[in-house]
C-alpha cells in the first residue's frame, strides 16, 4: 500500500521568509500524481500545487514552488515570501496512475506564519 | 462557478440516532469521493462514486454507513446507528473525468458530534 509522510508536525516561519514543508512517499508505481492541499482554520481544503510523476519540471504557483525528487520519492513543498494567510495545516497526497482514484494523504503539517 | 457544496456544516446528535450528511458536486465533474478526518486517522477516503455509481468503498467501516448517488448533482452519506466513535469532519469533493491527474475540489465539510 502506499503510505505518504510527513516528517514535521509543526514547522514555523516570520513573514516575509521562505519556508520548506517536508514530504515522502512509497510507491512502486511509475505513473502517479503529487498534490499538495492547504487547510486554513475554515477547515477547507484548498489545492495549492499539483505534480505529475512524469513530468522532470518542478511545478510552481506564484510563491509557491515543489522540488519533486523522483529517485528518492520526495516532494517538499517551499513557500517564498511568507504571509500570514498562509498560516495554515498543509497536507501531501498521492494518487497513482491506472483505475483507482484513491487520494493518500499524510498526517500534515501545521505552519505558524509570525509577523 | 459554485464549489462543493455541503450540508449541514454542523451536527450535532445522539448516539442511536440516524444522520445524513449531504453534498452537492460541482457542476460537470464525473467523480465524487466522501473522505473522513480524525485527528488520530488523518484523512482517509470512505467511498467514490463515477458517474452516480460507486466504485469503491473499501473504506467505508461498517454498515452502520451506507451512501448513495442518486443523480449527478447529489449525494448522501448516511451512519444509522450513530456512535461517538463516528465524531469527525466528513469531506464531500468532486473531479472532473481526464484521469487521476484532476485535482479534487473539496467542500467545506461537516463537523458531526455524536453524544
Known amino acids: 500500500a502506499q503510505t505518504v509522510t510527513q516528517s514535521q508536525p509543526e514547522m514555523s516561519v516570520q513573514e516575509a521568509e521562505t519556508v520548506t514543508l517536508s514530504c515522502t512517499y512509497d510507491?512502486?508505481?511509475?505513473?502517479?500524481?503529487l498534490f499538495w492541499y492547504k487547510q486554513p482554520p475554515s477547515r477547507q481544503m484548498i489545492l495549492v500545487i499539483r505534480?505529475?510523476?512524469?513530468?522532470?519540471q518542478n511545478a510552481t504557483e506564484n510563491r509557491f514552488s515543489v522540488n519533486f525528487q523522483k529517485a528518492a520519492k520526495s516532494f517538499s513543498l517551499k513557500i517564498s515570501d511568507s504571509q500570514l494567510g498562509d498560516a495554515a495545516m498543509y497536507f501531501c497526497a498521492y494518487i497513482r496512475g491506472g483505475s483507482n482514484y484513491k487520494l493518500t494523504f499524510g498526517k500534515g503539517t501545521l505552519l505558524t506564519v509570525n509577523p | 462557478d459554485a464549489g462543493v457544496i455541503q450540508s449541514p456544516r454542523h451536527e450535532v446528535t445522539e448516539m442511536g440516532q440516524e444522520v445524513t450528511l449531504r453534498c452537492k458536486p460541482i457542476s460537470g465533474h464525473d467523480y465524487l469521493f466522501w473522505y473522513r478526518q480524525t485527528m488520530m486517522r488523518g484523512l482517509e477516503l470512505l467511498i467514490y462514486f463515477n458517474n452516480n455509481v460507486p466504485i469503491d468503498d473499501s473504506g467505508m467501516p461498517e454498515d452502520r454507513f451506507s451512501a448513495k448517488m442518486p443523480n449527478a448533482s447529489f449525494s448522501t452519506l448516511k451512519i444509522q446507528p450513530s456512535e461517538p466513535r463516528d465524531s469527525a469532519v466528513y469531506f464531500c469533493a468532486s473531479s472532473r473525468r481526464g484521469g487521476q491527474g484532476q485535482p479534487q475540489h473539496f467542500g467545506d465539510g461537516t463537523r458531526l458530534s455524536i453524544l
Open positions: 505534480q505529475e510523476a512524469y513530468k522532470q
Open positions: 510507491t512502486s508505481e511509475s505513473d502517479y500524481y
